[in-house]
């Protein structure tokens, strides 16, 4: 790969700045203040959205740091109805019940980052630079890990920020093909001015079916070489609670990030011992998420006053922007997730999800209303079921849980589930299908035998169909839309 670090000012060296200009708190002295969070929920396109976040605070540890989606920072610095839809302070985004969050920008730009990043320093813990995103879009506009390439220009877009705002900046990075290469390339962002630094333990080539296991001992390594003053975050392969503590263990970081873990169950990082806790009810999660919206989000935005007014006056651009909120437009792939080993059993709740938008309001002007059908749908399904199937409970009426200590006899037979060590024993995890649960990306081996995969990588079927919501098609879709508005903008 040919990383241009010939290109990074020679004297590029945090301890270099004037200690004037650094009343800020920096690295580790940084991260106390914001709480130490050992759980972090990533950035994630169209997904890691406020009301996403308070619902994934709400099932994690008190100090839990959330991320943003990723903002493009060219549009986010000039286009005040995008900045509207993705991020709003000070009622919603940034309020104190959305603390401490880091506001994740890709930009190819130092001016536009800086000009984005100026207008939410205020309602942030930090500002982050996206060098992970691996999308065809990313190529061509030149940003997130295909930046990899420029380190002259990650230098600067880091440092300018680190110069000039009031708040730390931070940065996610993807490995790159050796450990050594990787640790160079982290010394580098960490030596712009990057005050926490996330690792994903994947390269630039792993993502779609592609994906396959994140390597924790790059992660590893990098940290070993790192200063212990540098904060550190690890990425990849959190799928259950107990991956977290081994991912520290493993690693030695601060933090372990999940993203796609927490969408399939955004209770991944809760720490009680209640199994009901740890495995949400999917009707209850998705009753709570639709309340969050409703009473913490839709009180907050134009739409009432916009029903209000005659229909012949009503403005329908204004109308518009209101439904392309970010908690608005991310409600349908939240609900295929979370509702994901459901829907297989019950196609016509798939379809109901799929057919569902915030625009089909009705006579009472709720836009919730067809996504509430949903959810009743599928409170209906689970009362159903445990009216048949009740759930197995201990002496105080709680669920046993989804482990069983695995015996000798049935570590032959049995195939179902997954085997889970804790404490040095081993158990076998079967989560009933109406709790949410990880989803198994199948390994690149796996999608090839089974078709979800070409020998070309083209696309992924599943029963014929186009899989519903993959992160990929999420971060590409939302990458098309950034595209449209600059068009629409030009
Ligand atoms: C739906 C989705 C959207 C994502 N969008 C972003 C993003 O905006 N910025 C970013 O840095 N990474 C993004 N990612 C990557 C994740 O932050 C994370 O690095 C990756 O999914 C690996 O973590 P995991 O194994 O816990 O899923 C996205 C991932 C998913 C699943």
Same mark, same amino acid.
């Given at each position: 790969m040919a990383s241009d670090a010939a290109a990074v000012p020679q004297n590029a060296s945090i301890t270099s700045e004037p200690a004037s200009k650094r009343r800020k708190l920096q690295g580790r002295e940084f991260y106390e203040a914001i709480g130490s969070p050992r759980t972090v929920v990533a950035p994630m396109v169209e997904q890691s959205e406020l009301a996403w976040r308070l619902l994934s605070r709400r099932h994690s540890p008190e100090n839990t740091l959330c991320y943003t989606p990723m903002f493009h920072s060219r549009l986010f610095a000039t286009t005040s109805v995008y900045r509207q839809q993705s991020f709003q302070p000070p009622h919603l985004d940034g309020a104190p019940a959305d603390r401490p969050v880091f506001v994740q920008f890709c930009s190819n730009d130092p001016e536009d980052l800086l000009g984005a990043a100026k207008e939410v320093e205020a309602h942030c813990d930090a500002v982050d630079l996206n060098l992970g995103c691996p999308q065809g879009i990313a190529r061509k506009g030149h940003y997130g890990a295909f930046l990899q390439e420029d380190w002259g220009l990650i230098h600067s877009l880091i440092r300018r920020l680190h110069d000039n705002l009031s708040i730390p900046v931070t940065a996610k990075i993807r490995i790159l093909e050796t450990k050594e290469r990787s640790l160079e390339y982290a010394k580098m962002v960490v030596d712009a001015g990057a005050q926490v630094l996330t690792v994903h333990g994947r390269?630039? %080539?792993? =993502?779609? !079916?592609?994906?396959?296991? +994140? %390597?924790?001992? @790059?992660? =590893? @390594?990098?940290?070993? !070489?790192?200063p212990k003053g540098v904060v550190m975050f690890a990425n990849g392969n959190i799928l259950w609670h107990e991956d977290v503590e081994r991912c520290l263990a493993a690693t030695g970081v601060d933090g372990v990030m999940s993203a796609e873990g927490n969408l399939y169950n955004p209770a991944i990082f809760e720490t009680s011992k209640d199994w009901d806790k740890r495995f949400p009810r999917m009707d209850k999660i998705g009753r709570e998420y639709l309340d969050i919206i409703r009473h913490e989000i839709l009180p907050h935005l134009p739409l009432k006053e916009l029903l209000e007014q005659e229909p012949s006056k009503r403005s329908r651009k204004k109308l518009n922007e209101v439904f392309k909120d970010a908690n608005l437009t991310a409600i349908k792939s939240h609900l295929f997730k979370l509702w994901h080993s459901l829907l297989p059993r019950h196609k016509e709740v798939r379809n109901m999800v799929g057919q569902a938008s915030t625009r089909h309001m009705g006579p009472g002007g709720d836009p919730l209303r067809e996504y509430e059908e949903c959810q009743k749908r599928v409170e209906q399904i689970i009362a159903e079921e445990l009216e048949r199937n009740p759930e197995e409970v201990d002496a105080d009426g709680k669920w046993v849980g989804p482990d069983r200590e695995i015996t000798d006899a049935d570590e032959s037979q049995e195939t179902e589930g997954f085997v889970v060590e804790i404490d040095g024993n081993k158990f076998r995890r079967i989560v009933p299908w109406y709790r949410c649960q990880p989803y198994f990306r199948p390994l690149p081996e796996k999608a090839l035998a089974i078709g979800a995969m070409t020998a070309k990588g083209e696309k992924t079927? *599943?029963?014929?169909?186009? =899989? +519903?919501?993959?992160?990929?098609?999420? +971060? *590409? +879709?939302?990458? =098309?839309?950034?595209?449209?508005?600059?068009a629409e903008k030009a």
């Open positions: 390269t630039r %080539d792993q =993502k779609g !079916h592609n994906t396959g296991l +994140a %390597d924790w001992g @790059y992660i =590893k @390594y990098i940290r070993d !070489h790192l079927v *599943e029963g014929g169909k186009r =899989k +519903a919501v993959e992160s990929s098609d999420v +971060a *590409e +879709a939302e990458v =098309k839309k950034v595209k449209v508005q600059e």
